[in-house]
């Protein structure tokens, strides 16, 4: 949404509501020029800016802002504002696609995990959840599966083991496998995981998925 001069706050807000896109929206308002202040020449943009989202925020659409609240489209200031802007889109559209699994507080081996299967923008319902068996099944797993093999030689390869016990090495990659499989068959965008008691959160890691 661009704003070249005050603009149609109302009407702005109307469009953008009755098309029922529900996609991002970023407010862009043009800049006035010094020494072009007269009322001939005066776009006004940066008050039309604040009132166009005032009606937004009214409707409960969510927007984004531009670095400066005017900008020239022209400028690099502009260009990153648009390549950031490029980032929320592609965040929005992933979660539109995948889906988000959070484990629950304090148990350990243990994963019942939230899948997200929608996303929405800021109107109305947010994440659909619904609850996934637990990641424990990995206890099922032998020590010389082929799969807990594979994920042991990739473990000690990318880190050094050798005063980790080999019963918490082994229970750590047959979680992993198991957490493997559960990101394949969810397509999930990213986990999450958390150690220690619900009290005490003081240890986690994370990795996000292309």
């Known amino acids: 949404m661009t704003l070249p001069n005050f603009g149609d706050e109302r009407g702005i807000a109307d469009t953008i509501r009755l098309a029922g896109l529900d996609v991002p929206v970023l407010v862009h308002a043009f800049p ?8 001939e020449h005066r776009r006004d943009s940066f008050c ?3 009132s166009a989202c005032n009606n937004l925020t009214q409707y409960g659409i969510r927007y984004s802002l531009t670095t400066q609240h005017t900008v020239d489209p022209e400028s690099a200031e502009f260009r990153g504002d648009l390549a ?3 980032g929320v889109c592609r965040i929005v559209r992933g979660c539109a696609r995948r889906a988000l699994a959070r484990s629950g507080p304090g148990r350990r081996v243990r994963g019942p995990c939230a899948t997200a299967k929608s996303c929405s923008s800021g109107r109305g319902s947010a994440w659909k959840a619904s609850i996934s068996p637990s990641c424990s099944e990995g206890l099922g797993l032998k020590d010389k599966d082929s799969s807990v093999v594979a994920k042991l030689d990739e473990i000690r390869g990318y880190v050094r083991t ?3 016990p080999r019963e918490s090495l082994t229970r750590m990659a047959k979680f992993s496998v198991v957490l493997d499989q559960y990101v ?3 397509e999930l965008s990213g ?3 958390q150690s220690g008691r619900p009290w005490r959160r003081t240890s986690a890691s994370c990795r996000a998925r292309p």
Do not use: C, N, Q, W
Request: aromatic fraction near 4%; avoid cysteine; glycine fraction near 8%.
């Open 84 to 86: 950031s802007f490029a």
């Open 184 to 186: 394949a068959e969810h």
């Open 191 to 193: 986990t999450a995981i």
């Open 48 to 50: 039309g800016k604040m």
């Open 32 to 39: 006035d020029e010094p020494g072009r202040m007269a009322i």
């Open 162 to 164: 050798t005063k980790i």
